[in-house]
């Protein structure tokens, strides 16, 4: 079942969902959101991007197709720009996990990405974590089993782009990437704090990222 992975603490399967520009205008107002990138290639320079999902709070997520297979469903100019908007606002805080792949993905289609403050790939090593996968991550930690990338593109001969996936299954899919990644950075930030690693992630590691994506 898609949806099992992702349920809330009663049980309930959460629903991610599809939203224009009017309704992630509340990014703004959160002034932080985590994000993943749905992309035509694991190669980060040689991919379209496909879709983004953002989360602002635990449990929910949006997914902003872009360049699916399904023209019909992709968000207009006006959207992509809104995304450009927040993803280059210096006051927005923005979270992921292995950044440096969804930021060089990002700035390969036109982005720019700024006040990066938090990657739960890099937590998870400052922390000596036995895996730093999302999926490892989530299970460990949240005791939610993700859904495999393998189980919507296939693989090998039969693989496909993720552009063919449906906007559906790539809402749930990557909403749950995004919402994971959120989940994870609230506990990472307060086990980070405890051993007193917050500088290390806020003031070096994380504003790397995009410095070294531009090298």
Same mark, same amino acid.
């Given at each position: 079942?898609?949806?099992?992975?992702?349920?809330?603490?009663?049980?309930?399967?959460?629903?991610?969902?599809?939203?224009?520009?009017?309704?992630?205008?509340?990014?703004?107002?959160?002034?932080?959101?985590?994000?993943?990138?749905?992309?035509?290639?694991?190669?980060?320079?040689?991919?379209?991007?496909?879709?983004?999902?953002?989360?602002?709070?635990?449990?929910?997520?949006?997914?902003?197709?872009?360049?699916?297979?399904?023209?019909?469903?992709?968000?207009?100019?006006?959207?992509?720009?809104?995304?450009?908007?927040?993803?280059?606002?210096?006051?927005?805080?923005?979270?992921?996990?292995?950044?440096?792949?969804?930021?060089?993905?990002?700035?390969?289609?036109?982005?720019?990405?700024?006040?990066?403050?938090?990657?739960?790939?890099?937590?998870?090593?400052?922390?000596?974590?036995?895996?730093?996968?999302? @999926?490892?991550?989530?299970?460990? $930690?949240?005791?939610?089993?993700?859904? +495999?990338? #393998?189980?919507? /593109?296939? *693989?090998?001969?039969?693989?496909?782009?993720?552009?063919?996936?449906?906007?559906?299954?790539?809402?749930?899919?990557?909403?749950?990437?995004?919402?994971?990644?959120?989940?994870?950075?609230?506990?990472?930030?307060?086990?980070?704090? @405890?051993?007193?690693?917050?500088? $290390?992630?806020?003031?070096?590691?994380? +504003?790397? #990222?995009?410095? /070294?994506? *531009?090298?």
């Amino acid at each position: 079942n898609i949806n099992s992975a992702v349920t809330n603490d009663d049980g309930e399967i959460i629903v991610y969902h599809q939203k224009e520009i009017s309704q992630i205008s509340t990014i703004k107002k959160e002034g932080c959101f985590s994000f993943d990138t749905e992309t035509s290639s694991l190669k980060p320079f040689d991919s379209q991007l496909v879709g983004i999902s953002i989360s602002v709070q635990p449990e929910t997520a949006w997914y902003i197709p872009i360049a699916h297979s399904d023209s019909d469903k992709n968000v207009d100019q006006n959207v992509i720009q809104f995304l450009k908007d927040i993803f280059k606002d210096p006051f927005i805080e923005k979270v992921a996990h292995n950044a440096n792949f969804d930021i060089s993905v990002l700035v390969n289609n036109g982005f720019e990405v700024n006040n990066m403050v938090f990657d739960t790939m890099i937590a998870a090593n400052l922390l000596g974590k036995r895996s730093n996968s999302l @999926k490892s991550l989530a299970l460990e $930690i949240l005791n939610i089993n993700m859904m +495999p990338i #393998v189980d919507l /593109i296939g *693989k090998g001969k039969d693989q496909k782009s993720f552009a063919e996936v449906s906007i559906d299954e790539a809402t749930k899919y990557s909403g749950s990437d995004a919402d994971m990644t959120l989940r994870l950075k609230n506990i990472f930030e307060k086990d980070l704090k @405890k051993f007193g690693l917050e500088n $290390i992630m806020k003031n070096i590691e994380a +504003p790397l #990222v995009p410095v /070294i994506v *531009k090298m």
